[in-house]
């Protein structure tokens, strides 16, 4: 986007001078406080609105080159009610594009029940009507029918803000799944910077009157906001959100304070020391802290245990994964599990506070350059 | 002597199912009659309401054309109107369609202006024409208030083309007509009551076309 500039016919300004380059396959996401000209800047690119100044280049050529309905059915369109047609099966819903653009009706249909799988749907519900879907699921087949063409490209305008949160982060999840297998071009618009940061490889923060006010991936967003108006849109937390960019794989755990349930009085000796025990049974799998004091040689299981929290996994789960299980840890030490849940050891609110430090002096003063492409390296927040 | 027992005496006598002034007969002029003119006014009403309706221009026309419809008096256009070109078919189908016509076009228009917009954005959105939007995305959730609008029609036309009688024309308007000139109640009270019945006939055939035309999924059951 080339300083596009959207002025309506009341005069308001939506858009100002915007530009904006969007990378191939990847999500970029634009965020904003309601009103700063998000959803118009969205509808520029498939031309449901004109632009009153300026140029949008797709691939290096003007979108006024081809057919508006070309253009558009090159581009999945999602937007906040789904808008699914209430008269059409969810099957049909999805196949709208493909019979539109002449596929046979056997086609499009095999093809929509392709997507269903895709987007998470049960093909028992492929005969139903939209009325009898819960929003989330409805949501899904809006995401379906905006795939079921196969587009490069994907516009979806608060596709999940109508939903409650627990089944918005599904619907998160999936997108980021989804994507990773299709590598689609997605411009992804919401008001919600925890949603920007989740999902964007790129993300815009525009401000009231349609201006941009940064362009950057999410963790130079969270380490170097351009001005007051992003840093304040971030919100008071931004250090700890940022943690979600940094992996806990360099985290230095201590098997000093686990022990078996079944260990002997040589084996509890040994741990001596630790101000708590870490109670594991016979798999490693963890039972709970305990204190020294309160144990007794042979069934550990037995004494009075304190809950050991949700344990985190090093180098599948970020920094502030870690710092969380911390923090909520009842002796403020976290433990590492692996992937099937066996405890690799123990951590300390000290030694995460240690790696922080040397996580953030690492990335250094984030003067780090907008045009970078993002690296794959985000971890689960 | 009371109304049942016109009713009673009319449809026994075997004399009245026959010929040309026979139930059977009557009865099929009074359908063709209101085919005729319910076919017309629709011709006229759904294009225009479907059209008006989609581009959202149009509205103020709509709705003065609608009042400005309602306020003629059926018989007096009929009289009008034979006075000015003769007896004959046109008298009697000009006031009916200009009777059923405000009925169609009005609720098409509103029909059609009050399907949620959402899914009118989403098809335009993924590439869909306009004609293909008003066809597949806003008619199918219309139709139960356009045919509601139609229905309205059908059953004001059904009882409205007694007149044709007036004009010398048939249809069951005639039972009532000469029924009154020769005083003869009997026939009076059937003719009314088969313009009842095919009223109730009406609805029925109203509420069959919805049930198959429009969608389970707007239907909601
Ligand atoms: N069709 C329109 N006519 C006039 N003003 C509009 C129109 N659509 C949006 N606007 C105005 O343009 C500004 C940006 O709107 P929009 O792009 O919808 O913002 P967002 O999606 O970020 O909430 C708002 O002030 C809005 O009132
Ligand atoms: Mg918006």
Redesign the pocket.
């Known amino acids: 986007m080339d300083s596009v500039t959207k002025r309506?016919p009341?005069g308001?300004v939506?858009v100002d001078r915007l530009s904006l380059e969007i990378p191939d396959r990847s999500i970029t996401v634009l965020v904003?406080p309601?009103?700063?000209?998000?959803?118009?800047t969205l509808r520029m690119i498939n031309r449901m609105v004109e632009p009153s100044e300026g140029t949008i280049l797709l691939d290096g050529e003007d979108l006024q080159q081809q057919p508006v309905t070309t253009l558009r059915r090159s581009m999945g369109y999602v937007i906040q009610n789904a808008g699914l047609f209430q008269h059409r099966t969810i099957l049909d819903n999805i196949a709208t594009v493909p019979r539109m653009i002449g596929w046979g009706k056997q086609k499009s249909r095999e093809r929509a029940a392709e997507l269903m799988a895709r987007v998470g749907l049960d093909a028992s519900l492929a005969k139903r009507y939209p009325y009898q879907l819960s929003g989330g699921q409805q949501q899904r087949v809006g995401v379906a029918r905006a795939l079921a063409a196969d587009p490069p490209v994907l516009l979806m305008d608060e596709p999940f803000s109508a939903v409650d949160p627990v089944v918005r982060k599904g619907l998160q999840d999936e997108l980021l799944r989804i994507q990773d297998e299709l590598g689609k071009t997605i411009v992804f618009?919401t008001h919600d910077i925890d949603e920007a940061i989740k999902l964007g490889t790129m993300v815009a923060v525009m401000r009231t009157g349609?201006r941009l006010a940064q362009f950057a991936p999410p963790a130079e967003l969270l380490s170097a906001p351009a001005d007051d108006f992003v840093e304040d849109f971030l919100g008071a937390d931004r250090g700890i959100r940022r943690l979600s960019f940094f992996s806990s794989a360099a985290l230095e755990t201590t098997t000093g304070p686990v022990v078996r349930a079944d260990a002997t009085a040589e084996q509890l000796a040994a741990a001596d020391g630790a101000p708590h025990l870490l109670v594991t049974d016979a798999d490693d799998r963890p039972l709970g802290w305990a204190e020294p004091g309160d144990l007794a040689a042979g069934d550990l299981a037995g004494a009075r245990l304190l809950s050991h929290g949700r344990p985190f996994v090093p180098g599948a789960d970020s920094l502030r994964a870690a710092l969380d299980c911390a923090v909520l840890s009842p002796t403020g030490w976290a433990v590492a599990v692996d992937g099937e849940g066996r405890v690799t050891g123990v951590v300390s609110q000290q030694t995460i506070g240690e790696a922080i430090r040397s996580a953030h002096g690492a990335a250094g003063p984030a003067e780090t350059r907008a045009e970078e492409p993002a690296d794959g390296t985000k971890v689960a927040p | 002597m009371n109304v049942l027992h016109f009713v009673n005496a009319f449809f026994s006598d075997s004399a009245h199912w026959h010929g040309y002034d026979g139930i059977p007969a009557r009865l099929l002029e009074h359908v063709q009659y209101t085919l005729l003119a319910l076919g017309l006014a629709a011709a006229v009403g759904l294009p225009a309401g479907l059209l008006t309706g989609h581009t959202g221009r149009g509205g103020n026309a709509v709705a003065f054309v609608a009042t400005a419809a309602r306020a003629l008096p059926s018989f007096g256009l009929l009289v009008l109107i034979a006075v000015a070109v003769g007896i004959g078919l046109l008298p009697v189908m000009i006031p009916l369609v200009v009777l059923a016509v405000p009925p169609i076009l009005v609720t098409t228009y509103e029909a059609v202006r009050s399907v949620d917009p959402s899914p009118v954005d989403a098809a335009r959105g993924l590439g869909m024409h306009e004609r293909g939007i008003l066809f597949r995305v806003e008619l199918p959730v219309a139709l139960p208030l356009i045919l509601s609008g139609l229905r309205s029609a059908a059953i004001q036309v059904v009882s409205t083309a007694t007149i044709a009688a007036y004009v010398s024309l048939g249809g069951l308007g005639r039972y009532i007509i000469d029924g009154l000139y020769q005083r003869d109640f009997e026939k009076v009270v059937g003719g009314a009551t088969l313009v009842a019945l095919m009223a109730l006939v009406t609805l029925a055939v109203f509420w069959a076309a919805g049930r198959l035309a429009v969608s389970p999924g707007v239907r909601r059951r």
């Not at chain 1, 309601?34 to 118009?40: F, L």
């Open positions: 309506y009341d308001t939506a904003g309601s009103g700063c000209g998000k959803t118009t618009v349609g």
